[in-house]
């Protein structure tokens, strides 16, 4: 818990319950020491303050922590209850840091022999409770952050029931638009939108009576040329993620810098591919490779993931470095070899400058975002240093050719003055505003009509079918899918006469249904065979295993031998297992559904997406002989872990709004969790359910609908180091989602970037006090680490095409900032003039 101030109108509520520990772990002598105020040269304070028993901070911890744990234990009535006293051996201390008259305060509940502290109340509930219910003292029946060495305490709190429907929380991404009246306008829009839960179910890949030709459309040269660059084989050491129009970071060749160093410094600046390029240039063969080690294509053998745990499970490496190029027998080995990159054209928001970057400068969108201290830093520049006119804010150049004399080039560099900062804010602060409006729009691309004729289907339709309507495929899919249900429960009941009421087949019809290549979703194109990160944790799918879901993965032997070397307590517990990392889709098709309106007034259309989900399994894990064989997994658990509900925007084609089947019917669904980069996590998603998956080998209906039917599918990505992809339903089955449970598209050893390795290696060496890994889990979850809930987007604005998101997205950047200005403005001729009447109040008649 951080604060600059604390509150102290903290008090007990009247007459309260009392809530007494019999037990305790603590020992006094884990107290720290540095309890003496002492204010230093430059005035400021580093010590720990004893908060007793009865100070407002402990009186919140203790209520706050009561009212939980009465929750937990099922107290009876409805009274107040309280924390009595800590468990023995426990204080509270004020960790006091910074200027003596306003210092920053931490909150510590310290004492207890196995957690070093206590930083908030949701991260000593759990350990409270286990103090409070388990006589037996056995730690793995714990089940806080510490004891189980969970990497988020926002999962545990989500699993206990905890966690409330909105909270404040600190996003990923830049922080919100300011308020203007545009933006305050449609808030009230979207609070007056009735909210739904998005749509997401498990079936049998859709088999039709008759192979379906190949589409009439053609497959995209564009989409065809993305998928080989981003999943064939390459001797790069950095494949080409990116693609034209995707919005991306651009890293300074030389930073803007603030006063207080790289906390304020602009490295980053957002911009639009506008072009790719191949680069190849001869470099000097590196004479210490080894010859034997180059095969004969010309290419170097890439490193296979290891056998065993990595050096940390954070950590990943790029495949092979510098192609040694082709070795001929009988001849001398070439001195030079070829290297090859890619160089991006990258339009720079705001401004009227393009720049050719290299891949080694450029990272995803969702990858980087401004710091705090860095967006103060823009927001505080004096407004008369600001210069805001439009043509001024165009011209301004954030890579500007360094001086040619050593001098200028020293002073440009350091630019300790920070007037560069200044000239900076206005432009930078546009381009982030331009920037994270795009991020919130979407649109789907390239679109195609696909008909075919059926065999026998299930009449009348759906709900949706109307007379003299053509009926889509989804309609007839979900039609016989009902039909199917309906016969297995009959069957299972042993009713014979039922059967008789069932839906009558009726003859051979010519469906319809509206399809898609690709979308803009946010920042990204995604094309249908890329490989996309979903929101949900794998722990909310089907935890324990369910009929067509597999049990997630668990630790496989090398990874508890590594375990149990370490000293790890249960090195076979369920916390090592997949449940705590994300869940991938390779979607394979994107469609329209014709569903009922909620109103029951007709139908709309809503966008779906379908494909087959995986998971991060250790790399030497070995499913069990009726998974490898495929076979359906028997009902032991939950397919759905609800987590709460999902609150989200809706656009022109409804494609928030869920459809939930019978309970009878075939399929399964549920809501979806996860915050977003552009919402506060719990604004957005809570629960889902689980889908799909296919063999690499056997193809679905889908795959034949969304491509040539002769053509190679694309491989899959490698997998972060350690791990592989292991799909977790049986052949023969996908899942069907909403759009908004995509986080966006996976990005293969992304947490190798040399721009990124800095922060991965701080996080990885830092002490937990310091924040270490748990403080970054927006970047785990860009390569599936951690939950996709941590990094997502939650695009709602719909438009047209791209064209039209940039054009709006600059139009309302700079509206809504000029009237951020003008503000500003307004504030400054009030406080002069305040100034003014002061003056001439002191010169008196």
Request: proline residues 10%; hydrophobic residues 35%; contains cysteine.
């Amino acid at each position: 818990m951080s604060n600059r101030s604390l509150s102290s109108k903290h008090a007990l509520p009247p007459n309260p319950a009392w809530i007494e520990f019999e037990r305790s772990d603590g020992d006094p002598s884990l107290w720290p020491s540095n309890t003496t105020k002492s204010v230093d040269r430059e005035g400021h304070v580093n010590y720990m303050r004893v908060a007793p028993v009865d100070d407002p901070l402990s009186i919140k911890w203790r209520v706050e922590a009561g009212k939980a744990l009465a929750k937990l234990m099922e107290l009876p009535g409805e009274r107040d209850y309280v924390l009595k006293d800590w468990p023995q051996g426990y204080r509270m201390f004020d960790h006091n840091k910074g200027p003596e008259a306003a210092p920053r305060h931490d909150a510590y509940l310290v004492g207890s022999k196995l957690v070093a502290k206590f930083r908030s109340v949701p991260e000593f509930i759990p350990h409270a409770l286990w103090l409070l219910q388990d006589a037996t003292g056995d730690r793995t029946n714990c089940k806080c952050k510490y004891c189980t060495k969970a990497p988020s305490q926002r999962a545990i709190t989500f699993s206990m029931g905890l966690l409330p429907k909105r909270t404040p929380s600190v996003s990923a991404t830049p922080p919100r638009r300011a308020q203007g009246p545009v933006r305050a306008a449609k808030q009230r829009e979207n609070r007056d939108r009735e909210q739904h839960k998005p749509y997401a179910a498990i079936r049998r890949a859709p088999r039709l009576p008759k192979q379906p030709a190949a589409p009439k459309a053609n497959m995209l040269r564009e989409r065809n040329a993305d998928l080989r660059a981003a999943y064939g084989s390459s001797g790069m050491k950095i494949k080409r993620w990116f693609r034209e129009g995707e919005l991306l970071w651009c890293a300074l060749s030389v930073p803007i810098r603030g006063k207080d160093g790289d906390k304020d410094t602009i490295a980053f600046w957002p911009g639009l591919v506008e072009e790719v390029r191949l680069k190849s240039e001869a470099i000097l063969r590196d004479p210490t490779v080894d010859d034997k080690s180059v095969v004969m294509n010309g290419m170097a053998d890439e490193p296979s993931s290891p056998a065993g745990p990595p050096k940390d499970w954070r950590a990943t490496e790029h495949p092979s470095s510098v192609d040694p190029g082709p070795i001929l027998e009988g001849n001398p080995p070439i001195p030079w070899t070829v290297h090859q990159s890619t160089v991006y054209k990258v339009k720079l928001l705001a401004v009227s400058y393009s720049y050719s970057v290299r891949d080694d400068h450029v990272l995803p969108y969702q990858a980087y975002a401004p710091t705090t201290e860095l967006l103060n830093a823009v927001q505080t520049v004096p407004f008369e240093e600001l210069d805001v006119r439009a043509e001024r804010i165009a011209s301004f150049d954030p890579c500007p050719a360094p001086p040619s004399t050593p001098e200028g080039l020293i002073g440009f560099v350091s630019n300790d003055s920070g007037l560069r900062f200044n000239e900076a804010a206005a432009p930078y602060a546009v381009a982030v505003q331009i920037a994270a409006t795009l991020a919130g729009c979407w649109t789907m691309t390239d679109g195609w009509e696909f008909k075919h004729s059926v065999g026998p289907t299930v009449g009348p339709m759906t709900q949706s079918s109307t007379p003299g309507r053509i009926p889509s495929l989804h309609d007839v899919l979900t039609a016989s899918m009902d039909h199917n249900a309906a016969l297995h429960a009959k069957a299972d009941s042993g009713s014979i006469s039922g059967l008789n009421a069932l839906p009558k087949l009726s003859m051979a019809q010519t469906v319809t249904q509206r399809r898609y290549q690709g979308m803009w979703w946010g920042a990204e194109r995604i094309w249908t065979d890329d490989l996309i990160r979903l929101k949900v944790a794998r722990s909310q799918i089907a935890p324990e295993g369910a009929e067509c879901i597999f049990p997630p993965s668990g630790p496989s032997r090398q990874t508890i031998e590594y375990n149990s070397r370490l000293g790890f307590p249960n090195p076979d517990g369920k916390e090592y297992d997949a449940r705590g990392r994300g869940v991938f889709m390779k979607l394979e098709a994107l469609f329209i559904a014709d569903v009922p309106r909620e109103d029951g007034q007709g139908t709309k259309e809503q966008v779906r997406a379908s494909g087959m989900l995986y998971e991060l399994a250790d790399v030497d894990w070995q499913d069990s002989e009726a998974e490898r064989s495929g076979q359906m997994p028997e009902t032991s658990g939950r397919a759905v872990e609800p987590v709460g509900s999902l609150s989200s925007g809706q656009g022109p084609l409804g494609q928030d709004t869920p459809v939930f089947p019978d309970s009878n019917a075939a399929t399964s669904s549920m809501a979806q969790a996860g915050p977003s980069l552009s919402l506060p996590q719990v604004d957005t998603a809570t629960s889902f359910i689980p889908q799909d998956k296919l063999s690499s080998i056997q193809r679905s209906s889908n795959v034949q609908l969304s491509r040539p039917a002769n053509s190679e599918r694309y491989p899959m990505p490698p997998a972060p180091a350690g791990f592989k992809f292991r799909p977790i339903l049986p052949p023969g089955h996908e899942s069907v989602i909403s759009l908004t449970l995509i986080s966006g598209r996976y990005y293969p050893c992304l947490l190798s970037h040399p721009l990124l390795q800095p922060i991965v290696d701080g996080a990885l060496v830092h002490a937990s006090e310091c924040g270490g890994p748990m403080e970054n889990e927006h970047l785990w979850a860009m390569e599936g680490l951690s939950p996709g809930y941590f990094n997502c987007v939650d695009p709602t604005h719909y438009k047209k095409d791209r064209l039209q998101m940039m054009k709006d997205a600059d139009k309302e950047a700079h509206m809504e900032l000029e009237v951020h200005w003008q503000e500003r403005q307004k504030e400054k001729a009030a406080k002069i003039e305040d100034q003014h009447d002061q003056q001439l109040m002191d010169v008196g008649p």
